[in-house]
């Protein structure tokens, strides 16, 4: 089966912007991009932000010859608004939902609404087996004062779990999408540096598009310049990231972006810059894949240096999740005083409603309609806080399962470093030496 | 590294029944499981229903010693209740939480509150990666009209799902947990055919324990005859299932459960029987390694019967998603159809009382305080039937990308059973055969 020959798969990669009647020209930009992706034909194409299935069934009709197999998966109230459409066979899918993912109440930026998530495929790339993923990460609306900083950092820890863990028997992980983390973003450290994916924009010999990679960029006339703050020019939070396994090379020969404009239209495809990378997949003889399995094994030969930098990495996510903890417990706390105060507010009102009545059996000496709008106040608090401390609850319950799995990591990663061999030798009688090793995964700690 | 040495691991499961204040004698009961988990020294010990996380922390602290490494899965809002204890080191954990998990104005079932999910902890066992899952799928509370089969029926096809898609890198791959089906149900059958687990129960060759396997009996003190209903004796939902690798034979060589009695205590351990399988791992010589790596290539050869099992058991799964998705959208559309009546009566309400105080300018004619109380009952009427609407939409998301994996699935099994070879030879220019492919595929079908 192996073969020696290497096959180019191009990648495409957009966020469409695609929500009706808020975001400019969506039909119009729709029916460009759908006109450009049936001419251009790339071998897989990754979609964010198409919130409608209309336009994802329209965008699958008008591909059906050049990407018989597609895949828009599901999740939320509105959806993913990931879409997958391949010229190869997709085999299987798989959808991820991150455990956190902004607040309802925050209606107006509407990531909660959108159930982020991770969208996987297996592809048949020639003998190759590819998986291919698909992502959206959550937006972040003001860099200096980032709330959203620890759901996105969970995201990010989840997303690279779930590649790392869904991806042991795959030839080749592609991963396309609009991450919201810059280059250096600890987020995009975290994925990067424990997956092993690699960043097309930093292997590419050859690039043509925006300066410095830019996805986001000033001259896009959707963008304001207010939106970008400090990043005048514009910022790169897309990206194609891939890597190959023991049995298959991979590298990227060519990347382009789009620049803010598409020629002989009026308007671009999107807010976003499209990405298209020419990765370049390359088959060992079958002698040469004996040495290993999947990112597991590949992570035991790793120097210690990748390991001591995942050390720090994991470690300053966990503050970053820890200061989330924080926060939450800290609006949980408040969404109870508020509940407890809405509550002793009800009684207060209905005491002094009651006992001028029960002891006089007297008319109602309290007006009766601030009576009943007060009651009614009561009840809205009542509920709203009801609903806060379960929501926030839910927040800190994955905030602490994040945490929870990042010491484990540090100390697994810890141990690997201290020079202990992974995988240890099976004796049942064996006890950890005491008061060394609990440390790292004492929950108290 | 690779040895031929037979390695014993013996693994234990249990439901715990957890529940403070409900739940029967739990304090006491837990103190038994404590005790008797240290002092038997399993390997591994997954445990179901640990509600509450100072139980989980109680029992770590009295299993220091003789299972140093631990974990608690969180998740939802009083958290998933999975916990797991290893005598091996823990490297990494992952939690996958299942889209579907009941509705939440079910209180009385609580399964929504749990957040149920599936956990997974990768440990080293020897020179060995074994894959532990521990799960607990919805209950079962009336088995002839099962308003929850859907979910379930989505619950185990993610959970095959997420052991396939991450188990490719491991040597062993082991389940234990309260599944909630019988041995024959439909999930059960999807589980076991897809993912290729087999039960201890049905390997063993010397099984102690309640004649066959029943893991809820009658003779348990904690559970009523009424609760089992047609099956007397009781009913089998407790499963250890076990698979190994190309690298690695993995057996049972004993199994046993509890009777519904401890010796020397005057009440069990749960309302379940606890399970313990002792399965031995052997791995094979180096040279045996080649044939490939984990269940993606080891379904390429199996062989066409069991395709063919796979495609019939997966329609039938489809089909019961179907009548999930035309109930949740029967309640949704009852919820809309609410909604607009509560808005209509309090268009009509605010109409009557305004209409006579316009045209007259004269006092109030409609009564106060049914006013005020007509008023609220809209509301209270909006606000449910909002929410419902809500959650019934993100059921009908999770319903339809189940079935649309399904579908993609049951097209990629029927085309290997026609013959094609799963892994095409790579040509860009090829198209499907026209009316023929795209039909397994069609979202409108």
Known sequence: MAN????????FSLNCWGIHYLSKHCP????????????????VVLLQEVWSEKDYLSLKKKLASSH???????????????????????????????????????AHHGDWFGGKAVGMAVLSIGSLTANVYVTHLHAEYCRDKDSYLPHRVVQAWELQQFIRHTSAGADVVILGGDLNMHPQDLGNRL????????????????FEGCDE????????PFISKKELGPFEKGIRIDYILFKGSPKTDISCDFMCTTKGSVPDHPFPYSDHEALTAELRLKTHTPSDTGSGSGSQSKKQDSPAEKVAELVDIVTEARTEVKVGLHCAEGMRYTA???????????ILELAIAAVPWLALGAEQPFPRTSFYLLAA?????????????IFYTMELKSLQGAEDQMRLAVGSLQEKLRGFPLAQQYNPQRRPPEGQEPSAFDPEE
């Open 4 to 11: 020696t020959d290497a096959v180019s798969v191009r990648v």
């Open 377 to 389: 106040l009561c009840f809205a608090i009542l509920l709203t806080t009801s609903l806060l401390y």
């Open 336 to 346: 109870a005083r508020t509940g407890v105060m809405g509550f002793a507010l009800l």
């Open 191 to 206: 994925l990067r540096t424990y997956t092993g994916l690699k960043d097309s924009y930093l292997e590419t010999p050859k």
């Open 68 to 106: 018989p197999h597609s895949h828009y998966f599901k999740s939320g109230v509105i959806g993913s608004g990931l879409a997958i459409f391949s010229k190869h066979r997709i085999h299987d899918t798989f959808v991820y939902r991150y455990s956190l993912n902004g607040y309802p109440y925050m």
């Open 213 to 220: 990679g830019l996805t986001l960029i000033a001259d896009n």
């Open 28 to 43: 119009q930009r729709y029916a460009m991009i759908g006109e450009m992706l049936s001419k251009e034909e790339h071998d």
